[in-house]
């Protein structure tokens, strides 16, 4: 019987480590002393740590303990989205529309995915200032068998959300390979303006956004 792997290392753009970064991204395997520069280490290892929103949601209850705050009673598992209001009010972000719809829409279930982290942790921000994530992985398996293996990267950023894997880039060359081979023109132009558009779609900035939209326009016309 053949296993799958996911394993991923990453890092964390910041001024420094604090309580809210702790309780986020400790699941992460976070690591203060490496690399330096500004740069935090993160990473999440098959069979080592998983990073899941029951981490995640624990890191936050001993948050709020620290900060004091009136942490609601519960029998069991504390669920994740009354701590979330809670800190967003201490932060006096709770009327942050992002944060809301999170809160209302995101399950909170299995791993803690890192747009999600990076929202939280600009919401409440105690001094950290992170300002982008970077973050590489790759899936492999114990048996060499036919695209069972693979990377992908993603970086975060209030400014570029940008995310891409190898598959993305298989899925690409052969259509377009086949679209050459069929000389279909327009199958290649949806491909290649697809990919441009999802670029495009990655930078949060509207007015800057539309302006590189002209401008590459502007670009292609010239080299023809």
């Excluded at 280490?41 to 069979?47: L, Q």
């Excluded at 080592?48 to 948050?63: F, I, Q, R, S």
């Excluded at 995915?113 to 970077?134: E, K, R």
């Excluded at 900035?205 to 002209?214: E, I, K, M, S, Y």
Aim: a negative charge; hydrophobic letters at 40%; glycine letters at 8%.
């Amino acid at each position: 019987m053949a296993n799958n792997y996911y394993d991923a290392t990453g890092v964390l753009f910041l001024d420094r480590v604090t309580p809210v970064i702790h309780a986020l991204f400790g699941p992460y395997a976070l690591d203060p002393s490496h690399p330096g520069g500004g740069r935090i280490y993160i990473a999440r290892i098959s069979e080592t740590n998983d990073p899941l929103w029951e981490h995640v949601a624990e890191g936050l209850k001993d948050l709020a303990v620290e900060l004091d705050l009136a942490v609601p009673a519960s029998d069991g598992d504390l669920s994740i989205e009354p701590l979330l209001r809670l800190l967003a009010t201490h932060f006096k972000s709770d009327d942050n529309e992002d944060l809301e719809t999170l809160i209302e829409r995101h399950g909170f279930e299995d791993t803690a995915d890192l747009d999600a982290l990076f929202l939280l942790a600009t919401c409440f921000d105690d001094g950290h200032n992170l300002t982008a994530i970077s973050f590489e992985g790759c899936w492999h398996r114990s048996k060499p068998r036919l695209y069972e293996f693979g990377g992908d990267g993603e970086f975060i950023s209030r400014e570029v959300c940008l995310f891409g894997s190898s598959s993305e880039i298989l899925t690409l060359a052969s259509g377009l390979r086949q679209a050459v081979l069929d000389q279909q023109i327009e199958a290649a132009t949806d491909l290649i303006l697809r990919e441009i558009l999802n670029r495009l779609n990655g930078i949060q900035d509207a007015g800057f956004r539309t302006q590189l939209h002209q401008r590459l326009a502007d670009r292609l016309f010239d080299q023809t």
